[in-house]
């Protein structure tokens, strides 16, 4: 046990043994209560987030990739052969759309890690706004914009992202 003091004259005090609270301390812990030690969340966490939104990206780019041989090669093999002539020409017009959507999100995920990884002023807000559009995107979507929305979304978070992106300037 550590020797307490009084803070007016020096002497030492004697707490008694078997008192409940007889930790160093204890007798000033309710007298004088603790400053609230705030979360580091942010900070904490930006660095896991940042590169978890940039392997997302590269991971619907890669899906993008797949997808797209998969189906080019359904076409080739004459896979859409029986099907009734409007439905292939609909399917084959709405592929370059599909394409142009996904690989559109693809890199914003990814610059969205950057956004954070490097603390742009604006990556808090980039971030939420995917992470609720992300939440769509299950199983690894939902998750990415859970832990997002965690980390970012309370309102000290923002005060420590506007302290964090200020470091930057």
Not at 67 to 83: E, K, Q
Request: proline share 8%; with cysteine; hydrophobic share 50%.
């Amino acid at each position: 046990m550590e020797a307490q003091f009084c803070r007016q004259c020096g002497a030492p005090m004697a707490v008694p043994a078997g008192v409940p609270g007889s930790f160093p301390g204890a007798p000033y812990a309710r007298l004088y209560p603790q400053p609230y030690a705030p979360q580091l969340r942010v900070q904490q966490n930006l660095q896991p987030l940042g590169i978890l939104w940039c392997v997302f990206g590269a991971y619907r780019l890669v899906a993008l990739l797949i997808a797209s041989v998969m189906v080019r090669s359904l076409v080739d093999n004459g896979m859409f052969t029986g099907m009734p002539r409007f439905m292939s020409h609909s399917l084959t017009a709405f592929m370059p759309i599909l394409l142009v959507v996904t690989l559109t999100m693809a890199a914003a995920y990814i610059f969205t890690g950057y956004s954070l990884l490097t603390r742009k002023p604006w990556g808090r807000v980039l971030g939420i706004v995917l992470g609720i559009l992300a939440l769509l995107k299950i199983p690894f979507g939902t998750a990415l914009g859970i832990y997002t929305l965690w980390v970012l979304a309370p309102q000290a978070s923002g005060a420590e992202w506007d302290a964090l992106s200020a470091d930057q300037r």
